[in-house]
């Protein structure tokens, strides 16, 4: 197995794949707890729906802060080392959450997450150019595909297994808790309730610290990819400023990273506004994740033999801005029952969700093919900065901390959590322009 000046035999090929493949799930695992924390924080340190919200604040803007140094660091001390120093760092936030859970503190939380997201930040800027080097360039889409799934399956049992041991018997908390006026008896019942994040945040530490020693000691090649030598006509440019369909990428990736945000971490809490039990909200998050790798699956197989990346993003698009608009749109009274089949328990069950929930899992389906449509597009023919450009496209991320702000604002304001969803729109609109002009602006 080779790239263009490096050889690597099967197995060490086969085992760094592997490895990868577990970093992606694990990605995606850490990434959508938040739709299962956002309403349990919400209730465990008595919260309004804008300070929960900042749940992915905290998370989403470590991306913002620490992109560009996440590609210094890279530059010191390579790809291998980089996803060691990740993981360690993700180990400390989630260590971090036991004395915040100790003491109910917010501010403790939030900078768990904040740490927790920084070391993904640096995982991620190692891993996404390792996974694409490690093999024949030609074959890149398809490792590359195969770590989308490996992620979009984890965010899928991720919220049902956090909200099983965090959200049970959420009704009957919540009903006991306006009804307790004793404030020492509400504080105990709050304390109780806070420490339910103890253990399975105790066990993602040492999974982490177990796995940075992994890789640490593991046999994986260290990748050295080296700069375009060749002169192109426009590596003549002075700055990446001179790549205006880039800016105009990066820009569409903010809108898009923050609408999925809003849709995959405010539908647990959208059923629950609208009176659904919280044995069926738990799965929501899931259930959007499920529309995802559906729709993963679609691009993996149609593109690029019968569609191409733009046409993907424009379908994306338009779907995104009809599915947002039905969800506005239809009553929030209309429910329909599902039938659905619990990933932990492998048990059928029913899930109770009004119809909008519905359009707003299923733009899950909107969401799968925008990521990985935007980035080529956006790097198409920047040369040598292409490191840069893949820095600023990680800092785009930071989409997913302020969107979800402004959807919980919007709340307040509108008084409606339903109507809060305008903000998609706009969202979907910029992502279409890039779909259709923004990214010929070369």
């Known amino acids: 197995m080779s790239t263009k000046n490096q050889t690597y035999s099967k197995s060490e ?3 760094s794949i592997s490895l990868i493949g577990v970093l992606f799930f694990l990605f995606g695992f ?3 707890l938040n739709g299962a924390l956002i309403p349990f924080l919400k209730t ?12 992915t604040f905290a998370f989403y803007i470590s991306y913002f802060v620490m992109a560009i140094p996440s590609s210094k660091i890279l530059e010191r001390i390579g790809f291998r080392n980089g996803m060691t120093l990740g993981l360690a760092v993700m180990a400390l936030g989630a260590l971090i959450f036991i004395p915040a859970a100790l003491n109910r503190s917010y501010f403790l939380f939030l900078n768990g997450l904040f740490i927790l997201g920084s070391g993904l930040a640096l995982l991620q800027t190692a891993v996404n150019p ?8 030609e074959s890149a889409a398809k490792r590359i595909s195969i770590m989308g799934i490996c992620n979009k399956i984890a965010g899928v049992l991720a919220p049902i297994l956090l909200a099983s041991i965090l959200l049970k018997d ?3 908390i919540k009903e006991t808790l306006a009804n307790t006026l004793d404030l020492g008896q509400k504080a105990i019942l709050l304390d109780e309730l806070a420490n339910r994040l103890i253990m399975p945040y105790l066990y993602m530490t040492g999974f982490l610290a177990a796995l940075a020693l992994m890789i640490r000691f593991a046999h994986l090649p260290e990748i050295n990819p080296e700069e375009n030598e060749t002169k192109q006509k426009e590596n003549l440019h002075k700055t990446i400023f001179s790549y205006p369909h880039l800016l105009l990428g990066v820009i569409a990736l903010f809108f898009y990273v923050g609408v999925e945000v809003i849709a995959g971490d405010t539908i647990i809490r959208y059923g629950e506004s609208l009176g659904v039990a919280m044995a069926s909200a738990k799965y929501f998050t899931s259930l959007m994740l499920i529309f995802m790798v559906i729709g993963y699956f679609f691009g993996v197989a149609f593109i690029p033999k019968l569609i191409s990346q733009q046409k ?4 994306c698009a338009i779907l995104g801005i009809l599915l947002t608009l039905a969800a506005i749109f239809v009553p929030s009274t209309s429910f329909l029952e599902i039938p659905f089949i619990d990933l932990l328990t492998f048990q059928s069950i029913t899930l109770t969700i009004p119809y909008t929930v519905l359009f707003i899992a299923m733009l899950g389906l909107a969401n799968s093919l925008v990521w990985p449509a935007i980035w080529p597009l956006a790097l198409d023919g920047v040369g040598k900065y292409t490191k840069i450009g893949s820095a600023l496209l990680i800092m785009a991320i930071a989409g ?3 969107l979800p702000l ?7 304001v509108l008084k409606s959590t339903q109507q809060a969803y305008w903000i998609a729109i706009p969202c979907y609109l910029i992502i279409l322009y890039f779909a259709i002009w923004g990214h010929k602006k070369k």
């Open 13 to 15: 090929y086969f085992f």
């Open 30 to 32: 850490v990434t959508w």
């Open 44 to 55: 465990a340190c008595e919260l309004n729906d804008i300070a929960a919200y900042l749940v």
């Open 130 to 137: 390792y996974v694409t080097i490690i093999g024949p360039i």
């Open 170 to 172: 959420a009704e009957h």
């Open 312 to 315: 993907a993003l424009t379908i």
């Open 400 to 402: 997913g901390a302020i």
């Open 406 to 412: 402004i959807y919980g604002w919007l709340t307040q």
